[in-house]
């Protein structure tokens, strides 16, 4: 029985890569790019909707029961018994 918030926890940990990843692209994108109004524009939209994502997810993360457990292998157990 896996306990359903190390998938929570395991959630958080990509989206701070996601985070870190996405700051890094941003600031490449603004720093090296082109010195225009399409620069900025893209990576505010890309940053709009990442953040947009984000929230929709955790909004339904936020309904989640995290106390349940799961069972990886339900009908897999008395298949194995000898």
Known sequence: ???????????????????????????INIRFGLASFGTYAI??????????????TGSYIATVDWSQSLNILPAAAPNYTL
């Open 1 to 27: 029985m896996i306990p359903l918030i190390w998938f929570l926890v395991a959630w958080l940990a990509i989206l701070a890569v996601f985070a870190v990843m996405a700051l890094v692209s941003v600031l």
């Open 43 to 56: 990576s505010a939209i890309f940053l709009i909707v990442a953040v947009f994502v984000i929230l929709l």
